[in-house]
């Protein structure tokens, strides 16, 4: 088992080197100075020198990128253009919103629509079925500032029940925290929730159809029993295989979420970055974020490990 | 075994025949209309709708009205016609991203699943590439290249590549070891003849149904894009620059963010929809599973 963990551990690596010799390139693929693009269109030749000393773009390239690696293996990633803080200090400022928003998301997405799809698979083919389907479908095409504009509009505008944006801090208590959370866990959540209710049906409907089902059911063990212990089991496979794939969906929503919702994150410290131009702080968070969805990924690959004890690599 | 020429072969225009087609393939079927009279009205825009562009700050903000069916933003403009003119830029661009992540993916695919001497370094590259959030990616690709509508294609193209790249290799894995493969390569057929002639056709089906889920996506990522103002340039009238500029007047004038919010959310629907009947149509063992 530990050597099993051990493996996948260092199966990471290479990936996450990719990652990075890809993110440091980014900059220098591109036709033209990268410190002149960084500088914007209305520098001066002493703004665009400053920039390629400051961050060294004036030594060879090799000597840049094993520079940068070993920075950002240390925890540095840089110093931000804008504000000139450093960028790991930047991203741990901006860190509470953005894990509170996922974390939220994440437990009640799972939950609803693991029940969700449980639901459907048992009743195939009835009237709540076709309302998970057709719902899921709509989960993955209205688009998550969409969804997040009519909660704002209904709960926030009309009704006035929820704040219409910003974000408490936990520290302020967990009910106001919480409370701003609503919204935009919902807005982002919804694709997520259509995504694992549809794998939790397809992958439940096919071991629903097994002999031991029957057998189980014929026996008189209890429906819920039947459906917890004996299906969802031999159907998380494919489930928690998602749900790892679907953080990806998480991420990418978060950075919309957050600035619909005016919540300050480390999305938004993305977005501001676009404007200004600051490239460290993309050049950040790209790492940052690449690196929990491999995290993420490996430790479903080590629940595999558990929820099936026949899988051994 | 069915394939694209299955549809076509059931599409003759015997009443019967259609009739049985609509009837089991329903979502192919109201998908596909939605998606083509959208298409239409993208194409017929100047004969539809007023100018996109003009603006009159004397109406801002004006509700819908018999003058301005959908009302206008808040520097006057026609928020109907810069919504029919929106979806110009969103098919091209859900088009574009499918035709040249497809194109790449099968080329890749194609690559890695016969000559497996690059196919494990092909791989852990991709691998890399989709190990980074496909937002941030093309955030950091538009910040550097500058925002054009081009740019934004290419930026969602690239991390779409490996998805396609492991469905079409996957494909050939599974098809490379069969008989009739065999009996080709043993009567001497060259690598490149075998690959086109006797592989790449087993990739189509399953193709034709990734296109569809990768133009939604991509009608849904330039659409982001553009929200977080990464994406075209402000002026295009693009369904996320619509809603951008009007996210301070949601309470005021909620027309202009729902009026291009529904009709992208109706897009993505009709293509999502077309996707998954065409995957029931051509793959039902596949839909069974999901």
Known sequence: MMAYIVRRLLATIPVMAIVGVFVFMLLHLTPGDPAAIIAGDNATPANIAAIRNRLGLDRPLHEQFLTWVWATVRGDLGISMFSNLPVTKLVLQRAEPTIALTTTTLIVAVSIAITVGVLAAWKAGSLLDRVVMAFAVMGFSVPVFVVGYLLVYFFSVKLRWLPVQGYVSIDQGLWPCLRNLILPSIALGLAYVALIARITRASMLEVLAEDYIRTANAKGVATGSVLMKHALKNAAVPIVTVIGIGVALLISGVVITESVFNIPGVGRLVVDAIARRDYPIIQGVMIIFSGVYVLVNLAVDIIYTFLDPRIRY | ?????????????????????????????????????????????????????????????????????????????????????????????????????????????????????IDAAVMRLLDGIMAIPAILLAIALVSVMGSSVRVVIIAIIIPEIPRVTRLVRAVVLSVRELPYVDAARSSGARARKILLRHILPSTVPPLIVQATYICASAILTEAGLSFLGAGTPPEFPTWGNMIAQSRLYLASAPWTIFAPGACLALVVLSVNLLGDGLRDHLDPRLARRM
């Open chain 2, 1 to 117: 075994m069915t394939t694209a020429d299955g549809i076509l072969a059931t599409t003759t225009p015997r009443d019967r025949q259609v009739w049985d087609f609509i009837r089991r393939n329903p979502t192919i079927v109201i998908g596909g209309t939605m998606l083509l009279l959208i298409a239409l009205g993208a194409v017929f825009a100047p004969w539809i709708a007023g100018d996109p562009i003009v603006f009159k700050p004397v109406n801002r903000l004006k509700p819908p009205s018999d003058e301005f069916l959908l009302g206008t933003d808040s520097l006057g403009r026609d928020v109907f016609a810069r919504t029919v003119y929106g979806a110009r830029i969103s098919l091209l661009v859900g088009l574009s991203v499918a035709a040249g992540s497809i194109v790449a993916g099968l080329f890749f695919g194609l690559v890695c699943g016969y000559y497996r001497r």
